[in-house]
């Protein structure tokens, strides 16, 4: 799981180019919206495409995405349950 988070990171870091962020800058249990990483919803979009593109995972509910997308961690533990590729 370990190795898994810090690739979301990495690919988090890519597609939305967070330049001056590291992988060491994002803890597993900051939050990616508001006062954490300050993502919004655009990112939200982009996260959502990433999962699609690289874990076959397709979000039927965009509500879903509050709570997978609330810290790395959540995010890991749903990619982990719910990815194809």
């Given at each position: 799981m370990a190795e898994l988070k810090n690739l979301l990171?990495?690919?988090i870091i890519e597609v939305l180019n967070l330049e001056d962020i590291s992988v060491a800058d994002i803890q597993d249990d900051d939050a990616l919206f508001g006062d954490g990483l300050g993502?919004?919803?655009?990112?939200?979009l982009e996260l959502?495409?990433?999962?699609?593109k690289q874990y076959g995972i397709k979000?039927?509910?965009p509500k879903q995405g509050k709570e997978i997308f609330?810290?790395?961690?959540?995010?890991?533990?749903?990619?982990?349950?719910?990815?194809?590729?």
């Open positions: 990171k990495q690919q993502l919004d919803s655009i990112d939200a959502i495409v990433l999962l699609d979000l039927a509910d609330a810290s790395i961690n959540t995010l890991a533990a749903f990619v982990e349950q719910n990815r194809t590729k």
